[in-house]
T-cell receptor
Framework: KAGVTQTPRYLIKTRGQQVTLSCSPISGHRSVSWYQQTPGQGLQFLFE???????NKGNFPGRFSGRQFSNSRSEMNVSTLELGDSALYLC???????????????FGPGTRLTVT | QKEVEQNSGPLSVPEGAIASLNCTYSDRGSQSFFWYRQYSGKSPELIMF????GDKEDGRFTAQLNKASQYVSLLIRDSQPSDSATYLC???????????FGQGTTLQVKP
């Protein structure tokens, strides 16, 4: 099976711009989660989608948003970029929703976002 | 108190030794526990998951879970230099349904 794919892999933006990142989960996986990883804060949960519905949300400002399509592909959007948004953004797919039994997440390669 | 705590390390072991990585968690109701390996510049890779008290073995890796003491550990036998990476412990919160990650322990295996 093909793994989780994320596009683009690298991105450079300037403050105030917006950005959209894309994630395609493993075939058959219906849950997609997004994380931000920085050296200082580690891996922080952004949100999770299952069947096109946001099932869980982390403690990030409203500038961070996401959505999921009927084919389980997901996008996340960050508006009005700030310098502190520079990070590795990781997408993870799972066959199940978090509240249902076991839960294994498989990560994509990530998108490295640099805000200047 | 952090929800998931790990010693940041680095933990340095000689090649061929057993590396022991530990993780404690605060949510007593948690049922699912995961270990990820992350090489520098790469994304986390799931290497073990454990749901029941006791040990779970997979090749050179053994995950140990003690719910009463609220800790989970990862043992790596016959450590190899290629095992040098950051190991992330993750716990599925019973309260929020979110996967909570520790800060990770850096393991260095010296030839």
């Amino acid at each position: 099976k093909a793994g989780v794919t994320q596009t683009p892999r690298y991105l450079i933006k300037t403050r105030g711009q917006q950005v959209t990142l894309s994630c395609s989960p493993i075939s058959g996986h219906r849950s997609v989660s997004w994380y931000q990883q920085t050296p200082g804060q580690g891996l922080q949960f952004l949100f999770e989608y299952f069947s096109e519905t946001q099932r869980n949300k982390g403690n990030f400002p409203g500038r961070f948003s996401g959505r999921q399509f009927s084919n389980s592909r997901s996008e996340m959007n960050v508006s009005t970029l700030e310098l502190g948004d520079s990070a590795l953004y990781l997408c993870a797919s799972s066959p199940r929703w978090t509240q249902v039994g076991s839960y294994e997440q498989y990560f994509g390669p990530g998108t490295r976002l640099t805000v200047t | 108190q952090k929800e998931v705590e790990q010693n940041s390390g680095p933990l340095s072991v000689p090649e061929g030794a057993i590396a022991s990585l530990n993780c404690t968690y605060s949510d007593r109701g948690s049922q699912s526990f995961f270990w990820y390996r992350q090489y520098s510049g790469k994304s986390p890779e799931l290497i073990m998951f454990i749901y029941s008290n006791g040990d779970k073995e997979d090749g050179r890796f053994t995950a140990q879970l003690n719910k009463a003491s609220q800790y989970v550990s990862l043992l790596i036998r016959d450590s190899q230099p290629s095992d040098s990476a950051t190991y992330l412990c993750a716990v599925l919160s019973s309260n929020t349904g979110k996967l909570i990650f520790g800060q990770g322990t850096t393991l260095q295996v010296k030839p």
